[in-house]
C-alpha cells in the first residue's frame, strides 16, 4: 500500500499594511471575490504567491537593502510588495534617483500596470527598470509564518510581513480577486467577525489578534523586530469535546488549540 504525499506547499507572501490614526491603528485589509479557490468572501490581508519573475537574479539591483537576505527570502519580499501593489495600489517603493517613497500622485500614473502585472503581461523588474524605481524592501518587518496543514488539497507556505502605508497612498481593491477593501483596526475586524458581519479565516484572525496587542503600528513593528518568529503548522487533535485545530505554544498566540467545528463554520460564512 503507498501512502500519498501531501501537496508541497506554495511559496507565498503577504504584507499588513498599516497607518497611524488617533482611534488606533489600521490595517489595509480586502475582500476575497466569491469565485476564489482559496477564502472566498473572506477579509483577508493583499497577498499571493511567488512567480519566477520575482526570483530574477538581477532583481538584487533594484531592492534596498538585498545583501540582507538570502536569495528565497529576497523572492518572498519582492513577492509581498508585488502582490500588494497588484491588491491594493499600494506600492513600497523609492524613487532610484532621490530614495523617497513614491508619490500619490506618481502612483496615479502608473496605475495600468497594476493589471499588466497581474496578467503577466510584464514582469516585477521589467516595471522597476520602466519607472526607476527601487523596492523598498528594508521596509518589511518579518510578523508571523504560517504553513498549510497537511491534510488540506490546497497549501501555502506564507510569510507575513509588517508595514507601515506611505501617508498619501489610499488603497483600492483591484475589483478581481478581491471585491471590496478598508481600513480597519485590530479590534473593529474582530469584532465584525465575532458578530457574523465579515468572515475572517483562522490564520488571519490570529495574526490579527496578536497584532492587537499593541497601541500603535511602530510598536507592533518594533515587538515584531524583537520577537523569534516561530513557524505555525495547524495540525489537528481529538480530544473529549472533539477535534481541535492546534498551533504551538511558543509561537506566542495565547491560543493553541481551537474547535475544528468552529473553524470550518467560519470558512462556510464566505
Known amino acids: 500500500m503507498t501512502t500519498q504525499q501531501p501537496p508541497a506547499p506554495i511559496p507565498s507572501a503577504t504584507?499588513?499594511?498599516?497607518?497611524?490614526?488617533?482611534?488606533?491603528?489600521e490595517m489595509f485589509m480586502v475582500?476575497?471575490?466569491?469565485?476564489?479557490?482559496?477564502?472566498?468572501?473572506?477579509?483577508?490581508?493583499?497577498?499571493?504567491k511567488s512567480n519566477p519573475a520575482d526570483h530574477e537574479p538581477e532583481i538584487r539591483k533594484f531592492c534596498a537593502g538585498a545583501d540582507a537576505h538570502s536569495d528565497d527570502d529576497l523572492a518572498l519580499r519582492v513577492a509581498a510588495i508585488r502582490e500588494t501593489y497588484e491588491e491594493s495600489g499600494i506600492l513600497l517603493a523609492v524613487t532610484a534617483d532621490g530614495g523617497e517613497l513614491v508619490s500619490g500622485e506618481r502612483l496615479k500614473g502608473m496605475k495600468h500596470y497594476r493589471q499588466q502585472l497581474v496578467d503577466e503581461k510584464i514582469g516585477i523588474l521589467d516595471f522597476l527598470k520602466a519607472e526607476s524605481l527601487i523596492l523598498a524592501i528594508n521596509h518589511l518587518t518579518l510578523f508571523a509564518h504560517w504553513i498549510t496543514p497537511e491534510m488540506m488539497p490546497k497549501r501555502f507556505d506564507t510569510h507575513f510581513y509588517l508595514a507601515k502605508a506611505p501617508e498619501d497612498h489610499l488603497g483600492v481593491h483591484d475589483g478581481l480577486e478581491s471585491v471590496d477593501s478598508l481600513w480597519i483596526t485590530p479590534s473593529q475586524a474582530l469584532a465584525e467577525n465575532e458578530a457574523g458581519d465579515k468572515t475572517i479565516i483562522f490564520p488571519t484572525r490570529m495574526n490579527i489578534q496578536k497584532l492587537g496587542?499593541?497601541?500603535?503600528?511602530?510598536?507592533?513593528i518594533d515587538t515584531a523586530r524583537n520577537s523569534d518568529i516561530v513557524t505555525v503548522q495547524p495540525w489537528i487533535e481529538n480530544r473529549d469535546n472533539g477535534p481541535h485545530l492546534c498551533i504551538p505554544e511558543e509561537a506566542d498566540y495565547g491560543l493553541t488549540a481551537e474547535s475544528l467545528e468552529k473553524i470550518i463554520g467560519e470558512a462556510k460564512q464566505g
Open 31 to 48: 475582500v476575497r471575490h466569491h469565485q476564489i479557490d482559496f477564502a472566498s468572501g473572506a477579509l483577508v490581508f493583499p497577498g499571493g
Open 213 to 220: 496587542r499593541s497601541n500603535t503600528l511602530s510598536e507592533a
Open 15 to 25: 504584507i499588513i499594511v498599516g497607518r497611524e490614526r488617533p482611534q488606533g491603528f
